[in-house]
């Protein structure tokens, strides 16, 4: 469900006034703090929108409503949000904290992959938790994929990612989705298992994503979670989950800057159809209005 405040919403009255004057400017911040867009981020969004106003010598709204569009497009289009998935098998790794929406990602992502008539595969590589291994046998179905699972409770899940790379060049599927655990007792031993997959799948073919799943309600204390996972597990690109309405919106800048990894996918609602990949341009019309 969408969020009741919304940064468009916000931004609408601000950007009705005949002037440019310093209510504007505390207005246009707090919106932008409270669409999480951060201290550090809004603050220099602000700064640069000032100098483009005094470059222009503008006292429209309107026109800043268009520099703010503009200014966020620009930096959001900083990265390159493309999936390369070219490789056959093309093999993704899946990666994130428990409670992101990791798994029903893999079922919403194998839907989306198979609406390009792509054949997917889903691997059970999070052994650790048996009900991980139902629920994505679940949102594997719905999402059309075919799903390896574990040949016996609590198997390495080494094993588990090898065995479905392997079943994909025997089959000739073409893209690879392998699940990962989320937590185990320890986070050195949850690193130490994302590099033993990683080592074990590059003996069989080159990875061709790792995609690191957040959530975008939880903001910057989701990125502090994830941190490990950027520093250890080579993370090539960002799924954002549960992004309903634009209350959380600025996240999507703010992550994307704090960490130089690319936003790839995201996630605006719990239906199988709900995720596609990012396009900056059309993400800030929704975001700005």
Same mark, same amino acid.
């Given at each position: 469900?969408?969020?009741?405040?919304?940064?468009?919403?916000?931004?609408?009255?601000?950007?009705?006034?005949?002037?440019?004057?310093?209510?504007?400017?505390?207005?246009?911040?707090?919106?932008?703090?409270?669409?999480?867009?951060?201290?550090?981020?809004?603050?220099?969004?602000?700064?640069?929108?000032?100098?483009?106003?005094?470059?222009?010598?503008?006292?429209?709204?309107?026109?800043?409503?268009?520099?703010?569009?503009?200014?966020?497009?620009?930096?959001?289009?900083?990265?390159?949000?493309?999936?390369?998935?070219?490789?056959?098998?093309?093999?993704?790794?899946?990666?994130?904290?428990?409670?992101?929406?990791?798994?029903?990602?893999?079922?919403?992502?194998?839907?989306?992959?198979?609406?390009?008539?792509?054949?997917?595969?889903?691997?059970?590589?999070?052994?650790?938790?048996?009900?991980?291994?139902?629920?994505?046998?679940?949102?594997?179905?719905?999402?059309?994929?075919?799903?390896?699972?574990?040949?016996?409770?609590?198997?390495?899940?080494?094993?588990?990612?090898?065995?479905?790379?392997?079943?994909?060049?025997?089959?000739?599927?073409?893209?690879?989705?392998?699940?990962?655990? !989320?937590?185990?007792? %320890? =986070?050195?031993?949850?690193?130490?298992?994302? /590099?033993?997959?990683?080592? #074990?799948? $590059? +003996?069989?073919?080159?990875?061709?994503?790792?995609?690191?799943?957040?959530?975008?309600?939880?903001?910057?204390?989701?990125?502090?979670?994830?941190?490990?996972?950027?520093?250890?597990?080579?993370?090539? !690109?960002?799924?954002? %989950? =549960?992004?309903?309405?634009?209350?959380?919106? /600025?996240?999507?800048?703010? #992550?994307? $800057? +704090?960490?130089?990894?690319?936003?790839?996918?995201?996630?605006?609602?719990?239906?199988?159809?709900?995720?596609?990949?990012?396009?900056?341009?059309?993400?800030?019309?929704?975001?700005?209005?």
């Amino acid at each position: 469900m969408a969020s009741p405040w919304s940064l468009s919403g916000a931004l609408r009255g601000m950007f009705s006034r005949k002037t440019i004057d310093d209510e504007t400017w505390d207005d246009l911040e707090d919106a932008l703090i409270s669409a999480d867009f951060g201290p550090d981020v809004t603050e220099s969004v602000i700064d640069e929108l000032r100098a483009a106003v005094k470059r222009y010598a503008t006292t429209d709204p309107t026109d800043l409503k268009r520099m703010l569009r503009e200014t966020l497009e620009e930096r959001l289009a900083r990265l390159d949000p493309t999936l390369h998935l070219t490789a056959r098998p093309a093999v993704v790794l899946v990666v994130g904290v428990n409670g992101v929406g990791k798994t029903t990602t893999i079922g919403k992502f194998a839907k989306f992959l198979k609406g390009y008539n792509r054949s997917v595969i889903v691997g059970a590589a999070d052994t650790f938790r048996a009900a991980a291994v139902e629920q994505l046998a679940t949102w594997a179905e719905r999402g059309g994929a075919e799903i390896q699972l574990p040949q016996q409770p609590g198997q390495d899940p080494a094993s588990v990612a090898f065995q479905t790379v392997e079943r994909a060049q025997r089959e000739g599927i073409e893209i690879v989705l392998i699940d990962t655990a !989320g937590r185990l007792q %320890t =986070k050195s031993g949850l690193m130490d298992e994302l /590099g033993k997959i990683k080592r #074990v799948l $590059e +003996k069989q073919v080159e990875i061709a994503e790792v995609l690191l799943v957040l959530d975008a309600t939880t903001g910057q204390n989701g990125l502090a979670q994830a941190e490990a996972f950027i520093e250890h597990a080579g993370v090539t !690109g960002l799924v954002l %989950t =549960k992004l309903d309405g634009s209350a959380k919106g /600025g996240f999507v800048l703010s #992550v994307q $800057e +704090k960490t130089g990894i690319p936003i790839k996918l995201v996630g605006q609602g719990e239906g199988i159809n709900d995720l596609t990949g990012f396009t900056p341009t059309v993400f800030v019309q929704n975001l700005v209005g």
